[in-house]
């Protein structure tokens, strides 16, 4: 998979820490923007952060490409409902070549493996088939399977991807979904590093690990006592 930041809010922290220092003084955010110095921006964020006042956050968006992942990803991301989207048509798009992600647990498996590809390759020859007999895209699409790549546009301002980072960064969600963004974050932190700091898995904010069977970096929160 590939993950280009296309791009976002000119000095989104300046922008977020000026956006919330209006809340609670009596010049506006412009001349405010011009004032405030790097450190004040950092330690405002930190404030608004540990204060839950989040809002200030939504200022600062950001636009990426997100190229080769599969459907299966792809279904999960476009549930996180705060952002834009934009995805490539497999009704517009008629495949000629088939590109589809394999999971490192079927390709670690030498027969398993072959008949995975064998199954996307013949899935792939029928849609051809069908294409090349008339049958439109948007119907001979049904055979394809949730392997294949697709690409997509995607907005999301910080205080979204904060959340969305929050659900996708355990290590126990999906591993595709975990790999698209860590590389999301990855971009956001070359050019919002204190933002980019935050984007982290749940267990960060809550102090404790709130899946079943947790990866082990925070404990699970212990039983109230009676
Ligand atoms: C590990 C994991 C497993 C999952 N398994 C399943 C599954 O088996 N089946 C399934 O269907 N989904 C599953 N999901 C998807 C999940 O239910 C959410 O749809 C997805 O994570 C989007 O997150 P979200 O709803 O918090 O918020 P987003 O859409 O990202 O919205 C952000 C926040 O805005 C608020 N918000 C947004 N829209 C509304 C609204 N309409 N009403 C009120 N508040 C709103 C909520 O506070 C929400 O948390 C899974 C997600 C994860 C991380």
């Excluded at 409902?81 to 009704?91: E, G, W």
């Excluded at 049904?142 to 910080?158: D, F, G, I, R, S």
């Excluded at 996708?168 to 975990?178: G, M, N, P, T």
Aim: hydrophobic residues 40%.
């Amino acid at each position: 998979m590939e993950v280009a930041l296309l791009s976002f809010t000119p000095e989104p922290e300046l922008i977020v820490a000026a956006a919330a220092r209006l809340s609670f003084s009596s010049i506006g955010a412009i001349e405010r923007r011009q004032r405030l110095r790097s450190e004040q921006v950092n330690s405002l964020l930190g404030r608004l952060l540990s204060s839950g006042h989040l809002s200030p956050f939504e200022h600062a968006s950001f636009t990426f490409a997100l190229d080769g992942i599969s459907r299966v990803t792809s279904h999960q991301l476009v549930r996180h409902r705060l952002a834009s989207y934009t995805q490539q048509s497999q009704r517009f798009v008629s495949f000629k070549e088939l590109n589809f992600v394999t999971p490192a647990t079927i390709a670690a498996k030498g027969n398993l493996k072959a008949k995975y590809r064998e199954l996307v390759r013949a899935s792939h020859e029928l849609y051809r088939q069908m294409l090349d007999d008339g049958v439109p895209a948007e119907d001979a699409r049904y055979v394809l399977p949730n392997a294949v790549e697709t690409k997509l546009v995607m907005t999301m301002n910080a205080r979204e991807l904060m959340h969305a980072c929050s659900l996708r960064l355990c290590q126990k969600a999906q591993w595709e979904i975990v790999e698209l963004f860590e590389r999301i974050k990855a971009e956001v932190a070359k050019v919002a590093p204190r933002i980019g700091a935050e984007l982290k898995p749940k267990c960060y904010h809550l102090g404790h690990c709130d899946e079943r069977d947790g990866c082990g970096l925070f404990a699970p929160r212990e039983s109230p006592v009676n």
